[in-house]
């Protein structure tokens, strides 16, 4: 069964910094990843995606991810963070191909930014 | 992207009360949405997948009776949490999919603002 794990409740970088958050999966078939952001109460902002093209996945707002299949891993980088990247990061896999597949999410991590 | 709007953003009701609320899909159409709960600090837990024209599948543990989701047309689901109490106090999101491309799944969903249900 698919599932994504993210390690690390809560990065903390100085602004300007570099962001890595790490997220693994478990998947018997090639996945679709996607890492998506929430602001405080509201929902969710898709950040990017791999769907099985190019293994380098650039983002909105300076994000980009790389797949790497041998270490089973999509983390999410960004070369130099700002105070408004402060937010919640969830990463996650769709269960399948079809329109009706389901994405099921990692327990996040909640990324803060230091002056 | 494609737009999904969630309504009402919050609510506060009484214990015993019912409470609907509705996700719909504003410039595309979704044979399919998805219902989410996300309890504080944490991750969003998939509630039910919602079949327009036809029953919702829920997951394994949520309670169909308690969550009534009705999917009339192809822009409007809605969930209905039934005799509410406390404990089902929490933010939902509802998502769908775009297929307006050709009916190609391009993978991701697109979320609504989320609702947060208070019950007093």
Redesign the interface.
């Known amino acids: 069964a698919q599932s994504v794990t993210q390690l690390g409740s809560h990065v903390s970088v100085s602004e300007g910094a570099l962001v890595l958050l790490r997220c693994n999966y478990s998947s018997s078939v090639p996945p ?1 990843l ?1 890492w ?1 952001v929430q602001y405080p ?6 950040l990017l ?1 791999y ?1 099985s093209a190019a293994t380098l996945v650039k983002g909105i707002n300076g994000f980009e991810a790389e797949f790497k299949k041998s270490e089973t891993s999509f983390h999410l980088t960004k070369p130099s963070a700002h105070m408004s990247d402060a937010a919640e990061y ?1 990463c996650a896999v ?1 269960l399948g ?12 991590t ?1 990324l803060s930014i230091r002056p | ?1 494609a737009v ?1 709007s ?1 309504h009402p953003s919050r609510v506060i009701c009484k214990s015993g009360t019912s409470v609907k609320i509705e996700c719909r899909s504003l410039d595309f159409q979704a ?2 949405m ?1 219902w989410y709960r996300q309890f504080p ?4 837990m ?1 509630m039910a ?1 919602s ?1 327009e024209g036809s029953k919702a599948t829920y997951e394994q543990g949520v309670e169909k009776d308690k969550f009534l989701i009705n999917h009339a047309s192809l822009t409007l689901s809605t969930l209905t949490v039934t005799s509410a109490h406390p404990e089902d106090s929490s ?1 939902y ?1 509802c ?1 769908a ?1 775009d ?1 307006t491309s050709g ?1 190609k ?10 609702s ?1 249900l208070t019950v007093l």
């Open positions: 679709y996607f998506y109460n509201q929902g969710l902002q898709l995606k769907t969830f769709s191909y079809s329109s009706a597949s389901k994405i099921i999410f990692g327990s996040g909640r | 992207g999904v969630q044979t399919t998805f600090k944490q991750s969003l998939l997948t079949n933010f999101i998502s999919r297929l009916g799944n391009t993978g991701e969903l697109f979320f609504g603002e989320g947060r």
